[in-house]
């Protein structure tokens, strides 16, 4: 019985004596370094947990600094991501020291979750100090904390913004996001994040490939709180930072084709009707046209109900193309019923049409610049009454309707693609 409450007072004795050193009694700590000795003594009994004033009514000045570094645009999921450098630096009136009774240490380096922070947020998402899940808390980094009590956090973190992204302006769009970051257990009255060198900095900023910063702009975005007495504001800081797309790239490969491709199915009408080849050519046109549609419907995400400007302009030049095409195989038919040993009467109404037409003086010029041989050789027919003077009237008809076609598509072509490079590009 006795050797059970000698283990029982033994126990007890142990478990006392981790008792007296875990509730914050280590006054007698013994070490032969000075600066361990100043751990011991600034940190024996403090509490993280604690805002460090000696008067809970004294204001918390936190001297902010942030260095944007690197801000990318995800388009898929909307979010704008963004790493920044974030300098703190506060008092706090717990850990001071005079450096006389510990060897002249003035400085210390302890980590960040040993003192209280004054835990600053991103309110869209967070920091995320560690590349894992966001978190509402600034990540743990080292501090420093000086013998005056100025403390030092010193950190890159990485927080996302969500943004309603419109990229109807493709490869030519920028897109507006907005930020609110503050304190979430401190009102301005206890805590206030205050920016001497500036709200930003972008002098380490380097942009992607793909985006850059074109402007951010703070200000302060005010909540209102209110007590039994009075009211008081809150003042988050709001950032709206303006991120545009470097085009210059797609420029060359999305924009630049569009014009080429458009030109030359246009000019292939200057052909002549009766080069079959100019077909083949438009074929061509026509499938590389729906190659780069295909290709931008993999390369563009999403846009909502908005059109993308640059997909519209595709797609009209893919309908020009086709337009083109049945349009030189109409032309092409007049031309061979032109050569045909007994071509066929036109239709009266083809024949009012193309004269109405040609009294134009404008279409007559631009349509009609090859005909005067082909009016002089019906005219010399006529008057001396050949007996094929019908079909080579009939010939010479369908000939120059095909001729009056083509240039008429020319010219309708042409405008057609300036008004889309107009209105369809971004």
């Known amino acids: 019985m006795m050797n059970v409450v000698q283990i029982c007072l033994f126990y007890a004795t142990i478990l006392a004596y981790f008792d007296k050193v875990h509730s914050g009694n280590c006054t007698d700590y013994v070490t032969k370094s000075e600066a361990s000795r100043l751990t011991n003594d600034l940190f024996c009994s403090y509490n993280r947990n604690v805002r460090p004033v000696l008067n809970q009514k004294t204001q918390t000045i936190v001297n902010t600094t942030m260095y944007f570094f690197s801000v990318h645009m995800d388009e898929e999921w909307n979010v704008l991501k963004m790493s920044i450098h974030l300098i703190l630096t506060w008092k706090d009136e717990f850990l001071t020291w005079d450096p006389l009774k510990y060897d002249n240490v003035e400085y210390l380096h302890q980590s960040s979750s040993s003192v209280w922070l004054p835990n600053i947020m991103s309110y869209d998402s967070g920091f995320d100090g560690a590349n894992k899940d966001f978190v509402y808390d600034l990540p743990i980094s080292t501090v420093k904390i000086t013998n005056k009590g100025i403390i030092k956090y010193n950190h890159r973190v990485n927080f996302d913004a969500f943004c309603s992204t419109n990229i109807a302006n493709w490869p030519f ?254």
């Open 173 to 426: 769009d920028e897109h507006n996001c907005t930020v609110i970051m503050g304190s979430p257990l401190y009102t301005n009255l206890y805590v206030n994040f205050t920016f001497p060198d500036g709200y930003y900095s972008l002098d380490f900023y380097n942009p992607d490939r793909e985006w850059k910063v074109k402007n951010i702009h703070h200000e302060c975005y005010t909540l209102q709180y209110f007590n039994s007495n009075n009211s008081y504001d809150h003042c988050l800081l709001q950032y709206t930072i303006i991120v545009e797309r470097f085009s210059s790239m797609y420029f060359s490969s999305v924009i630049i084709p569009a014009i080429v491709i458009s030109l030359m199915s246009a000019f292939t009408f200057l052909l002549g009707p009766e080069i079959i080849i100019r077909v083949i050519l438009l074929c061509l046109f026509f499938v590389s046209e729906l190659l780069y549609i295909q290709f931008l419907d993999a390369k563009i995400p999403n846009n909502g109900s908005h059109p993308v400007y640059i997909v519209l302009l595709y797609r009209n030049c893919l309908i020009q193309t086709a337009m083109a095409i049945l349009l030189s195989v109409i032309s092409n038919s007049f031309h061979k019923r032109g050569l045909e040993k007994c071509p066929r009467e036109s239709p009266d109404w083809l024949k009012s049409l193309s004269s109405f037409l040609l009294s134009k003086r404008p279409i007559s010029l631009l349509t009609n610049l090859d005909m005067q041989g082909a009016e002089l050789l019906m005219e010399k027919n006529i008057e001396e009454e050949s007996p094929n003077r019908k079909n080579e009237e009939s010939a010479l008809f369908w000939i120059k309707l095909s001729v009056m076609l083509d240039r008429l598509s020319f010219i309708i072509t042409l405008i057609a693609i300036v008004l889309n490079f107009i209105f369809a590009i971004p």
